[in-house]
């Protein structure tokens, strides 16, 4: 098997018996790093110290992922203009913010024998924020509720912190 030592330099090909007495004698382990090659190559390294490092990496990288939220914004039939433009507000800082955003319509009792007030009252949030969100999916009618899905326009969302 070809060694590489734990600098990156060869030692050269060796059968393993020779390279394991060698890493023990340094006080390390003895990795395979590519059993498909021929020979096959292996590295002298700290094994545990190679893990610890890769865990804080792997780490690290989450912490700058930046995960996209769903937030829902909730209507009824019988809203008001104030607290509908207010909840509109709230989606677009949320769009703003690079968050996907559910409209959602609720009916009760005899309410849904009116779907078409739900439909505009959704019609009417997309005309307010056409600026800063696109429709993903137009409006669909869920049992008791009719939702739709706002994500934020490329050209005008903010990147995320």
Do not use: W
């Not at 390294?45 to 909730?74: F, P, T, W």
């Not at 008001?80 to 949320?94: I, L, P, S, W, Y």
């Amino acid at each position: 098997m070809r060694v590489v030592d734990e600098e990156g330099k060869q030692v050269g090909v060796m059968p393993s018996r020779e390279a394991l007495a060698l890493a023990r004698s340094r006080g390390l382990d003895l990795v395979e790093v590519s059993p498909q090659a021929s020979p096959p190559v292996c590295r002298i390294m700290d094994y545990g110290k190679y893990k610890y490092e890769a865990s804080k990496r792997a780490n690290r990288d989450k912490k700058k992922q930046h995960r996209i939220l769903v937030k829902e914004v909730k209507f009824r039939v019988k809203i008001d203009e104030h607290d509908f433009d207010f909840k509109v507000g709230n989606a677009r800082k949320f769009l703003e913010a690079n968050h996907r955003v559910k409209f959602t319509v609720t009916f009760r009792g005899r309410e849904i024998s009116h779907p078409e007030l739900g439909r505009e009252i959704l019609e009417h949030a997309a005309k307010a924020i056409e600026d800063v969100g696109t429709i993903e999916s137009p409006p669909r009618q869920e049992g008791f509720a009719i939702t739709m899905y706002v994500v934020p326009r490329r050209d005008k969302a903010k990147p995320a912190k």
